[in-house]
């Protein structure tokens, strides 16, 4: 059975400072494994897709890494602004092709 | 090209009655999945459907039943309405299965039991 914690469920810092967001999973025989960022009340954005394949994707101030034999990924976010703060879900997708997501971070950047 | 979208956006009902929530998929898409978003929780998968047949279901009851029509849009009926139903109803396309091709997720429906 797939299991994905995320680690922490909620983090404060100020504005500017780099942060990493920490995901892990307990089944490495995925397809992919996906960043969502989801404002309150609000439906899913999907920031960064990493393909089992692959061990990293960025966009912008965004990367993200994925290390599927250790059942890890990370979500580096730079140089955070206070428009980051929202919280940020991490889904591996199955073999049989069903998402499984996250409990979520809540990240708070302080102005 | 048109993404997901979800109707209606918002939705209040009581315990004991029925609700049917909608989805179109996004262009070129002939898959849809449901899930379902507690409050501070992450979303759960409810059901699939794949060019009108069921092809996989989360543990959920029996009185959540889907549809998928002929041009791939999909509803989601939930009959006997109990408060922990009260969630964020999301719906997400993509094509084929199972390929790990992206599925892209609409805005969702807030469903309040009272």
């Known amino acids: 059975k797939q299991e994905v914690t995320q680690i922490p469920a909620a983090l404060s810092v100020p504005e500017g400072e780099n942060l990493v967001l920490n995901c892990s999973f307990t089944?490495?025989?995925?397809?992919?494994l996906q960043w969502f960022r989801q404002d309150p009340g609000k439906g899913l954005t999907s920031l960064l897709l990493?393909?089992?394949?692959?061990r990293e994707q960025t966009s912008g101030r965004l990367n993200a890494s994925l290390d599927k034999s250790s059942g890890r990924s990370t979500l580096y976010i730079a140089a955070s602004q206070p428009g980051d703060s929202a919280t940020y879900l991490c889904?591996?997708?199955?073999?049989?092709?069903?998402?499984?997501f996250g409990k979520g971070t809540r990240l708070h950047i302080l102005p | 090209e048109t993404g997901v979208t979800q109707s209606p956006t918002h939705l209040i009902k009581t315990r004991g009655q029925q609700v049917t929530l909608r989805c179109s998929s996004q262009?070129?898409?002939?898959?849809v999945s449901w899930y379902q978003q507690a409050l501070g929780q992450g979303p759960q998968f409810i059901f699939q459907?794949?060019?009108?047949?069921?092809?996989g279901r989360g543990n959920f009851p029996p009185r959540f039943s889907g549809l998928q029509f002929p041009n791939y849009s999909s509803e989601l009926n939930v009959n006997a309405l109990e408060l922990d139903d009260s969630a964020l109803y999301l719906c997400?396309?993509?094509?084929?299965?199972?390929?790990?091709?992206?599925?892209?997720f609409g805005p969702g429906t807030r469903l309040t039991v009272l």
């Open positions: 997400a396309s993509s094509f084929g299965i199972p390929t790990g091709n992206e599925q892209f």
């Open positions: 089944d490495s025989a995925i397809y992919n």
């Open positions: 990493i393909q089992s394949s692959q």
């Open positions: 889904a591996v997708r199955r073999r049989d092709d069903k998402i499984i």
């Open positions: 262009s070129g898409h002939n898959t």
């Open positions: 459907y794949y060019r009108e047949e069921e092809n």
